[in-house]
């Protein structure tokens, strides 16, 4: 077994109230553009292809938003433009649209500022507010920032931007403002001080730069003793979802070192963590059995001791029962062929058929069934049972039919054909 095959998950924003939506202009550019005028708003244009994939998801994810309608309907005239109609090829030239989706904010003919790529509802009203001055874009706040570097809102909002801000930036753009920020966080943290930092703001601003432990760590410990004021304030389940991260990660790779300190920070499950870990449930066993037995069980996997690899997984997936979740049996097989590059044994081999078996009975996505079954394929393969390799691998091709993204389908296929010559 070579190749593990992962799950991506997209996450699909609900639509708004058509009522609410934005109102799209039907006319040409220049009467969009006298309408803009007469209403004495600015005019908001999106440049799209019909064959664009983000254009439709800005579409139809953003522009239907209640509260992108509600502000953009109020200080815009919006309107649509298809780059590959003809009558539309000046206009693409006059604005540079090199990429799509180019959404383009104009005030009387001439550009204010300019989108390129999918934005989360949120940051579009927000890149909307900077183009019409009401609030200030990145750049301006850094500068605001720099002759005023004690001012803890400046530090804080350009912390609370900064992920949004990068993600449109490559090249040295990109290496410049990482340097810069880089040296924010330490700095806000050592002048503010975390005493003065239970609320939504700086909780936000923790989990977002604050994401690995270490064995002596203030900023953890804090959040920790500060549990449940941090959780009327933001909800529990987020703060416990931080904490809980945090610790499993840092766990894990202790385990993966084979550092064996990693039975000292199962100890504060039970004592400091006991509030943080109350929200979830292991079938029949108890949070620090669960968390135990996966512990063990990567530390022997690391240590390349198969047999009590499989012994403490076994327990804990038999302790979940009906509650073990697709994910139980996808990331164990994940790291098992992480850990022995792929070289498996035939007894685990079998085990991975087991575990592959159970995992199919689970709702999944046409491009995962496949590929738990291409690996079922490989896994038989390996134990010299060809005849279930070729059942695994035809199922595979079969349900591969199903996946929509027709390139990777073909993609699918054509290693699937490979794998059933190689038989």
Same mark, same amino acid.
């Not at 699909?12 to 969009?32: K, P």
């Not at 006298?34 to 244009?45: C, I, N, Q, S, T």
């Not at 350009?158 to 040296?183: C, H, N, T």
């Given at each position: 077994m070579k190749k593990v095959f992962y799950l991506l998950v997209f996450l699909?924003?609900?639509?708004?109230?058509?009522?609410?939506?934005?109102?799209?202009?039907?006319?040409?550019?220049?009467? %969009?553009e006298?309408? %803009?005028?007469?209403?004495?708003?600015?005019?908001?244009?999106d440049f799209y292809a019909d064959w664009c994939g983000p254009c439709k998801a800005m579409a139809s994810e953003v522009?239907?938003?209640p509260e992108v309608g509600e502000y953009f309907n109020a200080h815009f005239i919006?309107?649509?433009?298809?780059?590959?109609?003809?009558?539309?090829?000046?206009? &693409?030239?006059?604005?540079r649209v090199i990429a799509l989706p180019t959404m383009v904010f104009i005030r009387s003919g001439k550009e204010l500022r300019r989108i390129e790529g999918v934005k989360a509802p949120e940051a579009f009203i927000k890149e909307a507010k900077i183009a019409?001055?009401?609030?200030? $874009?990145?750049?301006?706040?850094?500068?605001?920032?720099?002759?005023?570097?004690?001012?803890?809102?400046?530090?804080?909002?350009?912390?609370?931007? %900064?992920?949004?801000?990068?993600?449109?930036?490559?090249?040295?753009?990109?290496?410049?403002?990482?340097?810069?920020?880089?040296?924010?966080?330490?700095?806000?943290?050592?002048?503010?001080?975390?005493?003065?930092?239970?609320?939504?703001?700086?909780?936000?601003?923790?989990?977002?730069?604050? $994401?690995?432990?270490?064995?002596?760590?203030?900023?953890?410990?804090?959040?920790? &003793?500060?549990f449940n004021e941090y959780a009327q304030i933001v909800g529990k389940e987020q703060v416990s979802g931080y904490l809980i991260g945090l610790n499993n990660s840092?766990?894990?790779?202790?385990?993966?070192?084979?550092?064996?300190?990693?039975?000292?920070?199962?100890?504060?499950?039970n004592r400091d963590l006991k509030e943080v870990y109350s929200g979830i449930t292991f079938g029949s066993l108890s949070v620090l059995d669960a968390i135990t037995l996966l512990s063990d069980a990567t530390y022997y996997l690391y240590k390349q001791d198969e047999r009590k690899f499989f012994e403490n997984m076994d327990k804990y997936l038999a302790g979940m029962g009906d509650k073990a979740e697709l994910e139980d049996y996808t990331q164990s097989l994940e790291d098992l062929s992480v850990a022995?590059?792929?070289?498996?044994?035939?007894?685990?081999?079998?085990?991975?058929?087991?575990?592959?078996?159970?995992?199919?009975?689970?709702?999944?996505?046409?491009?995962?069934?496949?590929?738990?079954?291409?690996?079922?394929?490989?896994?038989?393969? $390996?134990?010299?049972?060809?005849?279930? %390799?070729?059942? &695994?691998?035809?199922?595979?091709?079969?349900v591969s039919a199903e996946i929509s993204d027709k390139m990777q389908m073909k993609q699918i296929q054509e290693t699937i054909q490979q794998c059933l010559l190689g038989l």
């Open positions: 699909v924003g609900t639509l708004g109230n058509l009522s609410a939506q934005m109102v799209l202009f039907e006319g040409t550019f220049e009467e %969009a006298e309408k %803009a005028k007469e209403e004495k708003k600015d005019l908001f244009v522009f239907t938003r919006c309107l649509q433009v298809n780059v590959e109609a003809k009558e539309n090829a000046n206009l &693409a030239k006059t604005y019409l001055g009401e609030e200030l $874009s990145f750049d301006q706040l850094y500068d605001k920032f720099k002759k005023d570097k004690k001012n803890f809102e400046l530090q804080q909002q350009l912390l609370l931007d %900064a992920p949004v801000f990068m993600s449109s930036l490559q090249g040295y753009d990109r290496e410049k403002w990482a340097s810069r920020i880089e040296s924010l966080f330490p700095d806000y943290l050592k002048n503010k001080k975390l005493e003065n930092m239970v609320n939504e703001q700086d909780f936000t601003i923790l989990s977002m730069y604050h $994401s690995q432990v270490s064995k002596q760590d203030p900023i953890f410990d804090f959040v920790v &003793a500060h840092y766990i894990i790779q202790l385990c993966k070192k084979g550092d064996l300190a990693y039975k000292d920070r199962l100890g504060r499950v022995y590059n792929g070289n498996l044994s035939k007894t685990a081999y079998t085990k991975s058929i087991v575990w592959i078996t159970k995992a199919l009975e689970k709702e999944m996505s046409p491009q995962l069934r496949t590929r738990l079954l291409m690996m079922m394929g490989q896994c038989f393969q $390996s134990i010299d049972n060809k005849e279930k %390799a070729k059942q &695994a691998y035809n199922q595979a091709f079969l």
